[in-house]
């Protein structure tokens, strides 16, 4: 890759510019920043997408009544069971149990707050999702 | 490039890099007037790799990596350069916080390893749970730290609190708090012992490996599951997986071609360090191959933009990589043979 060949495609890095090593006019390697690449927009605009649209449907079974805002909450920050389970001190099984509605809405106090500790969220927010 | 002040009140050069860990080490040396680029460290540290991991999942995708297991380029780099490095990790947060204060104080700046999700200073595109971003801290600030980030262009602050849970994120490839210094490094450490140390190594990884999911092996192994798995996953999921190839390639701060360019920069300084014509020769082979990885990223970009058009199908994604691997392989076995003859 040489220094004008480095993609400088306005995407989505929202300012921030990116280090690509390319071959200057002597041939010797340097550092270019980089604004962005449209092949790399459009293949991280698929994942995430994806993450956009698993989310969207657990916010709406939220909604349904089908799982608890829980699941949501985690998934908002892209952890899964095991990593919550972790970092709120809680057993896997517990926590896939906890996305059960009908539990969740019978949890203590203090797990709660474990939970919303390890989400960096409040309880409030803990207890519902967005509506829209 | 740019100026900034450490907490012992010495100048601090921040250098844009392409890759964390490799950039956070070369920080480290150059702060302690070891003028040593991050190019360079990443070929003596044997950063490149190559591996894919069918049975470990990342949201719900396997492992794709171009890279050595985070950690052990700063490791190797280290031990192969010389010098005295603190490094240590913490079961309390906040026993390491205080720590990170304490040799603040004391002058040093310190690399840290954390979780990139949060570390908010990033755009939201960039922040998933990946445990093994390294940064180097500066000094303390109000509320705060300020941060040479070395995949940033500018040094940045950031808050205590998000600080403190970056270290000390769970999950996979847990950071627990780790803080690494440099005590002391020798001033004209001898690179040409390093560097043949590095590419014997490397050739090893790549070459001669037990393990058909890594080095060579691996990519052509991942090069025949691309081509086969349209019919296999359906086209959806199929684009899924190579989505996730090139992501690994391209976007997790790679310096383009996942790494090759940059190798391709430390085979070039090694050749002016050892003054081998030879060297510089492999340096433009992996430019080219680097290339051909690039070419693979805009195929499968168009794979999955065209979503089903027979332009560019899987077979010539595959066998794109297929290329790679041959040429990669004559490349690393031209390598292992010049690295037994250079003499230190």
Redesign the interface.
């Known amino acids: 890759?040489k220094v004008n060949e480095?993609p400088q495609d306005i995407t989505?890095?929202?300012?921030?510019?990116?280090?690509?090593?390319?071959?200057n006019d002597e041939g010797?390697?340097v550092?270019v920043?980089s604004i962005g690449?449209?092949?790399?927009a459009?293949?991280?605009g698929?994942?995430?997408d994806?993450?956009a649209a698993t989310l969207e449907d657990t916010r709406k079974a939220v909604l349904a009544g089908v799982k608890s805002p829980l699941c949501y909450h985690m998934e908002r920050?892209?952890?899964?069971p095991?990593?919550l389970a972790?970092?709120a001190g809680i057993a896997t099984f517990r926590v896939k149990r906890h996305f059960r509605p009908e539990i969740f809405a019978k949890l203590k106090l203090s797990v709660l707050d474990r939970y919303a500790q390890a989400l960096?969220i409040t309880k409030q927010e803990l207890m519902t999702v967005p509506q829209k | 490039m740019s100026s900034e002040v450490t907490a012992a009140g010495k100048p601090f050069i921040h250098h844009h890099s392409a890759h964390c860990e490799s950039g956070a080490t070369s920080a480290l040396f150059r702060d302690k007037g070891v003028e040593i680029s991050e190019s360079m460290i990443f070929g003596i540290g044997s950063g490149i790799y190559f591996g894919h991991l069918p049975f470990i999942k990342w949201v719900g995708l396997p492992i794709t990596t171009f890279r050595s297991r985070p950690g052990t380029l700063f490791a190797k780099a280290a031990k192969r350069i010389g010098g005295k490095f603190f490094t240590k990790r913490y079961h309390s947060a906040k026993k390491g916080m205080a720590e990170l204060r304490r040799v603040l104080s004391e002058g040093h700046i310190v690399g840290l390893t954390t979780n990139i999700y949060w570390l908010t200073y990033f755009p939201n595109r960039f922040r998933f749970q990946f445990n093994g971003h390294n940064i180097v801290v500066l000094r303390e600030i109000e509320n705060g730290f300020r941060v040479s980030d070395p995949v940033l262009e500018y040094p940045v602050d950031c808050l205590t609190e998000d600080m403190e849970r970056a270290r000390f994120a769970r999950g996979p490839l847990e950071p627990r708090g780790f803080m690494y210094y440099a005590e002391n490094v020798p001033l004209n450490p001898d690179l040409r012992l390093a560097c043949i140390a590095a590419m014997k190594d490397t050739c090893k990884m790549m070459l001669r490996t037990p393990f058909p999911f890594v080095g060579i092996r691996g990519m052509r192994y991942l090069a025949k599951k691309t081509i086969s798995s349209p019919d296999k996953l359906g086209f959806k999921e199929a684009c899924r997986r190579l989505a996730n190839i090139v992501r690994m390639q391209e976007e997790v701060g790679t310096g383009g071609a996942g790494f090759r360019f940059m190798y391709a920069a430390f085979l070039q300084e090694a050749a002016d360090l050892f003054a081998s014509a030879e060297l510089s020769q492999l340096s433009k082979e992996m430019t080219a191959i680097g290339d051909i990885w690039r070419e693979f990223a805009v195929v499968s970009a168009r794979i999955i933009k065209q979503r089903g058009q027979p332009e560019e199908t899987f077979e010539k994604a595959g066998g794109l990589m297929l290329i790679c691997a041959g040429r990669e392989e004559q490349l690393f076995r031209d390598l292992d043979k010049i690295a037994r003859t250079l003499k230190a």
């Open positions: 890759m480095v989505y890095y929202e300012g921030v510019k990116r280090a690509c090593f390319a071959l010797k390697y550092v920043a690449w449209d092949d790399e459009v293949v991280n698929l994942a995430v994806d993450l920050r892209q952890m899964n095991e990593i972790k970092t960096a």
